[in-house]
């Protein structure tokens, strides 16, 4: 049993907490923001994620998983001091795309006036290289008197809507460290994940995850131009990625076309790669296709909702506001299934795309409406699927929810005033939806 401090209790503090917690450590999560904190305690989850409230709740309940806002209680707590802090705080996109690290900064300047013993300081945010020494230069500078501790880099790789599968089997674990000894300690923390296990320095231990993630983007990028040309040339995309997909060096993974990536960590970490490359005068020239492909892939969404809609209207024709009096209904508001994070949501985009046109929006999304109301303007939210398809003139799938997969489509055309759909998951068959009668685009299924 070791005695572990979890800084930040979002979608990856939480899941790790509770999951180090389940391998029977005693867990302290610290969170600056007091609502969270005070809801954890009552038992409400602050975020969705499959899994997560019951793996919290029964480690609350062992006594194993406490939420403090102190971080004096955290660090300091006179039975049980603190002998590993995770930092798990937001590193979201800064001016230029370069990472903010205010939070980091942050927390790091609280350890060290806080901290009354040694401790080993392991970062599990995404940050850039080089973050691990700059930690270690704040903790040393400002604590009021020298106590020694160490840095670790260990990056973490969830998926939002998996966190905690991916947690618990994660496909390697990295630690960067200067200390090896320090590295080791943290080492021992997994052994019951009995994953691979990278040890290597500080830099490179951040550079895997920047590399990691830049890497899964340009495969999605990848496919999202391969479709661009399906569509020129005939082809469906989906069977192209199958076909590569079995060549072992290539993998089916991350080869699905559509809206292109969104999310919190993608578009953030592909720009916070590319700032990084920028400031040391190296052009990174693939990363920018990569962002660029993936920006034109939700216009791509916009143009055919376009050409669809306005095909035989001829009073749209080179008119700015092409889709004034057009309902168009978005079916999925998060970045991706599975989760209510709506930070760089690429339905919410492509809807401010058809506002800018004049639409009028309806929208739907099982698990993400509280917080897509938050942000989402002049948009009418509706109950489900069939309410939504009422009086429309063409649906967008901007989500590959599950329950979308297995629509009343006969029933859903009949509410339509139109029965145009446009896929942006590539959740339909081309050809059924023809034989029901939709006018149907997905991405790169064959001739547009
Ligand atoms: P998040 O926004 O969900 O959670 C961050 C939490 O930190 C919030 O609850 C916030 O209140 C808290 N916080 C901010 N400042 C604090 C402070 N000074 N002291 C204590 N708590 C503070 O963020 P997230 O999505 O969990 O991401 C955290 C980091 O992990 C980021 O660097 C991200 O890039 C990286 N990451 C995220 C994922 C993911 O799937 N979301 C996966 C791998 C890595
Ligand atoms: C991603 C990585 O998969 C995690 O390994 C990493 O830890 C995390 O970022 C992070 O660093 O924070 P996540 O953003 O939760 O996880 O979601 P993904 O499943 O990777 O999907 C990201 C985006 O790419 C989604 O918008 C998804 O719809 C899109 N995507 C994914 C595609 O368009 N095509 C695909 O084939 C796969």
Redesign the pocket.
């Known amino acids: 049993m070791k005695n572990i401090v979890v800084i930040g209790v979002g979608y990856?503090g939480l899941p790790m907490a509770a999951g180090f917690a389940d391998f029977g450590n005693r867990v302290m999560c610290v969170d600056v923001n007091e609502d969270r904190i005070a809801g954890l305690k009552n038992g409400i989850m602050p975020i969705y994620e499959p899994g997560l409230e019951e793996l919290t709740r029964r480690n609350v309940a062992a006594g194993r998983l406490i939420f403090t806002t102190s971080y004096e209680d955290a660090l300091n707590g006179k039975d049980a001091p603190a002998e590993y802090v995770f930092i798990a705080v937001g590193t979201p996109e800064g001016v230029d795309g370069e990472a903010d690290l205010r939070y980091v900064r942050a927390v790091a300047e609280t350890i060290a006036v806080t901290m009354d013993h040694p401790l080993i300081i392991i970062n599990k945010s995404?940050v850039p290289v080089g973050t691990g020494d700059w930690v270690s230069d704040i903790v040393r500078s400002k604590q009021p008197k020298p106590i020694p501790f160490s840095v670790v880099s260990n990056p973490?790789?969830?998926?939002?809507?998996a966190a905690v599968t991916?947690f618990m089997y994660p496909d390697r674990v990295v630690l960067g460290s200067l200390d090896e000894n320090a590295a080791q300690k943290v080492a021992q923390l997994y052994l019951p994940l009995r994953a691979p296990l990278i040890i290597t320095d500080l830099r490179t231990a951040e550079m895997i995850?920047y590399a990691?993630?830049a890497f899964?983007?340009t495969?999605?990028s990848f496919?999202n131009e391969i479709a661009n040309i399906c569509e020129a040339l005939g082809a469906d995309v989906k069977e192209v990625a199958a076909g590569m997909g079995y060549d072992k060096r290539i993998g089916r993974?991350?080869?699905?076309?559509?809206?292109?990536?969104?999310?919190?960590?993608?578009p953030k970490?592909v720009k916070a790669l590319s700032h990084m490359a920028n400031i040391q005068g190296k052009h990174p020239q693939l990363l920018e296709a990569v962002m660029q492909i993936n920006a034109d892939a939700r216009r791509s969404i916009v143009s055919k909702v376009r050409d669809l809609v306005c095909a035989n209207d001829k009073r749209t024709s080179g008119r700015l506001n092409r889709l004034e009096g057009k309902v168009i209904g978005v079916l999925g508001l998060a970045?991706?299934a599975n989760?209510d994070d709506m930070r760089e949501s690429?339905p919410v985009d492509i809807i401010r795309m058809l506002q800018a046109d004049g639409a009028t929006i309806k929208a739907y999304d099982p698990v993400a409406m509280e917080n897509a109301g938050r942000l989402l303007k002049n948009v009418t939210l509706c109950e489900d699927s069939y309410e939504l398809a009422d009086g429309c003139d063409a649906i967008v799938i901007g989500t590959?929810w599950n329950e979308f997969k297995n629509l009343d489509l006969v029933k859903l055309k009949k509410a339509m005033r139109h029965p145009i759909i446009v896929d942006g998951r590539n959740l339909y068959d081309p050809t059924k939806m023809r034989e029901l009668g939709f006018t149907y685009r997905g991405v790169g299924r064959g001739y547009v």
């Open positions: 990856v995404t973490e790789f969830l998926r939002e809507g991916d995850k990691s993630n899964l983007a495969k999605i496919i993974a991350f080869l699905d076309a559509g809206l292109g990536y969104g999310g919190s960590c993608f970490d970045f991706k989760t690429q590959e």
